[in-house]
């Protein structure tokens, strides 16, 4: 299995001190690929306090890149890690990091069953990884944990759990890299070169909001009361793991269904309303 690209994404972080301390964090465990969403200060990567924080390791934070929104921040990512204390009670899996790495480069997610061959699934494994941590002091947004393909709960004293964020990023950063060398990866190993198969999470979401506009003009969903249908969709395709060329096909059918609903009998008059479907 080629080495997965590894990414950690800092969701609207508040100090830059933290930002410093991360990209330390990062580095001891080689790695160096850290985006910022939408952090309180546009300068951060540039301010003393986060300078003073990464004590070394100012090559990670002069590498660091700083992007208005979620999206741009996990392109070319295949495999989304939120990072979540308090369970949700709807979205991804939880598991703790170390479990979830040993089921994502040994055995693969969806073939739990037993089914598959070992050396397909690991054949099979993550592209791109991204591992996403939310501001501190509200933590991940549901609408992004329900993004993700697994949510990872480090394993804490039930009493106090609270991480401060570069801890967190330490703990991930350490399990990822040992989850890596147990399959002969070693620190000095390159990224790999080749163009994602899979389609990266943008273009999952772009697909999506495609078919969500397309319902709407079938009559199946009502914008007024969406409910969990939309969430259901993006857990649906994170199970799939589609590629580029899937997306293409899938938003091609979202195309037709538009035509069709633009073709029917009454389709342009006023007093047309959407229905939602049992």
Not at 133 to 154: A, P, Q
Not at 186 to 192: I, K, N, Q, S, Y
Not at 264 to 278: F, L, N, S
């Amino acid at each position: 299995m080629a080495v997965p690209r590894t990414r950690f994404v800092l969701i609207e972080t508040s100090h830059a001190g933290n930002v410093g301390a991360v990209a330390r964090a990062m580095k001891v465990m080689g790695f160096d690929d850290l985006v910022l969403v939408n952090p309180r200060w546009p300068d951060v990567l540039k301010r003393p306090e986060a300078i003073d924080r990464a004590s070394g390791a100012t090559d990670v934070l002069a590498r660091a890149r700083s992007v208005a929104t979620l999206d741009e921040a996990l392109d070319g990512m295949t495999h989304l890690c939120a990072t979540a204390m308090t369970p949700r009670d709807f979205g991804p899996p939880t598991r703790s990091p170390r479990a979830h790495f040993d089921l994502l480069l040994k055995k693969e997610l969806l073939a739990q069953d037993g089914q598959a061959r070992e050396a397909d699934l690991i054949q099979n494994g993550p592209e791109g990884i991204a591992f996403l941590f939310g501001s501190e002091r509200y933590g991940m947004k549901n609408d992004d944990v329900y993004r993700c393909h697994v949510s990872l709960s480090i394993p804490t004293n039930p009493d106090y759990g609270s991480l401060n964020i570069a801890a967190a990023v330490q703990l991930i950063a350490y399990d990822w890299r040992l989850a890596l060398g147990a399959r002969g990866h070693g620190e000095d190993v390159l990224p790999a070169e080749a163009e994602p198969r899979r389609a990266d999470a943008p273009q999952v979401a772009g697909m999506l909001a495609h078919w969500r506009q397309a319902l709407v003009d079938i009559g199946f969903l009502d914008p007024a009361a969406p409910k969990k249908l939309m969430p259901r969709l993006q857990q649906l395709f994170n199970r799939a793991q589609p590629t580029t060329e899937e997306i293409h096909i899938l938003r091609g059918i979202a195309k037709a269904m538009q035509g069709a609903a633009a073709r029917r009998p009454g389709a342009d008059a006023p007093d047309a309303a959407v229905q939602q479907k049992p």
